[in-house]
């Protein structure tokens, strides 16, 4: 969207070499984490089998953003940003040598053992990727006009999402599925190798000397964080949209860790055939991007909103439903053209699976795209950056306990009853929606009819004939209709 508006557009950041080298060197470190994290999320379930292992990992990779994110700046505004960039990648090259060693120990170690060194070498590689991101976006207007910013930011925070996509649903699967987990390590360290040769190819930067001022650099970054965390608690629109973002963020993590399991327990699958699970959701994902781009605009954002959840809840119901029912029959996911030998009742049920996930794909990233850009619009350019900020730590403050919650609940109860589970929180979710939404639009609306009162000449007494047409924009915004309250557009 913010692409679109730009007066230079992309031509002339693409024309750039220099940030044609750090583009691709985030879109191969980013990968290459997603990457990682599907092979550690496989490994274990090879391993374990149990949904609350896999929970711990990514608990693991999640935490430094929260511990580490203020630190990161401070020491960014420190040093060479093209050095930091180079040593994070070189760093994760390092750390993957632990895994292969790690690994080498299986029937030699107790597997708790194994676990618990996976959990601190995931920690310890996650912790240094908190560098990488913030020298990148500090880096951009290094080498990017101001002119161009805006395009250069979008691209930036696309590929951010898009990195997912490829590491979670395409690189992950097919670098297990065709050369097994040790090689899918070595291909991911290639990648990182390359992000540093092309960071080093960056002209280098000259930091900022701050000094014995870099306390006070850590105590005005939680400060800012707390004015950014002030104006969220005090404007119920953007803490309504920031639920949204929160909800969309948790979700995929849990999805995330649900989709090996879903994989081998459910669809009678290989761990790492959990892409059947994942593809028809980014599918869906990809689809609801290229819907909005065009007719985003159609819609208002609050009924888009309502139409996501609404869709999300009976995608999570029927996904459990589903689920439950492929167990009960014992009937496996087939993958090939055998489908058609199946009988009606099973080809159909494995086709409502794919078309399930193509749902809540198209679903959740409905959301999240219109919550984003309501954010961006309801937030003053001064504080955007704080505020995203809140958004990013809140993500991974409230993702955390669902998600370690769901992981033991499917251990315990089963996944199909925790995706309905899941249905019911989203419900939840979906009603305290409607009711924020009809009670922001009520104050906006007696807001605007006290506004119009105001403005009304009191002095003299309308006559009939003019009372009639004054009053009707007075009762015509008592009646303003949900999705036009710009307040919480």
């Known amino acids: 969207m913010e692409i679109a508006n730009s007066k230079q557009g992309l031509m002339p950041v ?71 960039l180079m040593a994070s990648n070189l760093l994760r090259v390092l750390i993957i040598c632990s895994y292969f060693a790690v690994l080498g120990l299986r029937g030699h170690v107790e597997v708790g053992w194994l676990l618990l060194a996976l959990y601190v070498i995931t920690f310890t590689m996650s912790t240094i990727g908190q560098f990488f991101n913030p020298a990148e976006a500090a880096t951009i207007p290094i080498l990017v006009q101001r002119d161009n910013l805006i395009a250069a930011n979008s691209l930036f925070n696309l590929t951010l999402a898009l990195s997912q996509v490829v590491g979670l649903i395409i690189l992950g699967p097919l670098a297990v599925k065709l050369f097994g987990t040790e090689s899918a390590f070595i291909l991911v360290a290639g990648m990182y190798v390359l992000a540093a040769l092309l960071v080093s190819r960056l002209p280098k930067d000259t930091p900022t000397h701050v000094g014995q001022a870099a306390r006070g650099a850590w105590n005005r970054a939680w400060d800012e964080l707390k004015e950014g965390a002030a104006f969220v608690w005090q404007r119920p629109p953007v803490m309504l949209t920031m639920a949204h973002l929160t909800l969309i963020a948790s979700l995929v993590m849990v999805m995330a860790m649900l989709a090996p399991g879903i994989a ?64 009960a029959t014992g009937q496996g996911f087939v993958l090939d053209s055998s489908v058609i030998a199946l009988p009606p009742a099973s080809a159909a049920l494995i086709l409502s699976i794919v078309l399930i996930s193509l749902v809540i794909g198209l679903s959740m990233s409905s959301v999240n795209i219109v919550s984003q850009t309501a954010l961006q619009d309801g937030t003053p350019e001064r504080l955007r950056g704080r505020v995203f900020a809140v958004q990013f730590m809140l993500n991974n403050l409230v993702g955390i306990p669902p998600m370690l919650a769901v992981a033991g609940l499917a251990d315990l109860i089963g996944i199909p009853q925790v995706l309905l589970g899941v249905s019911l929180a989203v419900f939840g979710v979906l009603l305290v929606t409607v009711y924020m939404q009809r009670r922001l639009a009520i104050t906006a609306a007696l807001a605007v009819a006290a506004e119009n009162k105001e403005e009304s000449p009191t002095s003299a007494a309308p006559s009939p004939t003019v009372a009639k047409p004054e009053a009707a924009p007075a009762s015509e915004s008592a009646r303003v209709s949900l999705d036009q309250v710009p307040a919480i557009d």
């Open 14 to 84: 693409l024309a750039n070499s220099a940030f044609r080298k750090l583009w691709a060197a985030q879109w191969l470190a980013q990968s290459a984490q997603n990457t990682i994290h599907f092979v550690l999320i496989v490994l274990i379930e090879r391993m374990t089998g149990s949904s609350i292992q896999q929970g711990l990992v990514i608990f693991a990779f999640t935490l430094p953003a929260i511990i580490f994110a203020p630190i990161s700046g401070v020491i960014i505004d420190r040093w060479p940003k093209k050095y930091i």
């Open 264 to 327: 081998n327990r459910v669809l009678r699958l290989a761990p790492e055939d959990a892409m059947v699970v994942f593809a028809p959701a980014g599918l869906g994902m990809l689809l609801a991007a290229l819907i909005l781009g065009r007719m985003g605009n159609r819609t208002p954002r609050q009924r888009t909103v309502r139409y996501g959840l609404v869709a999300m809840t009976a995608g999570f119901a029927a996904f459990g439903l589903f689920s439950w029912r492929m167990m």
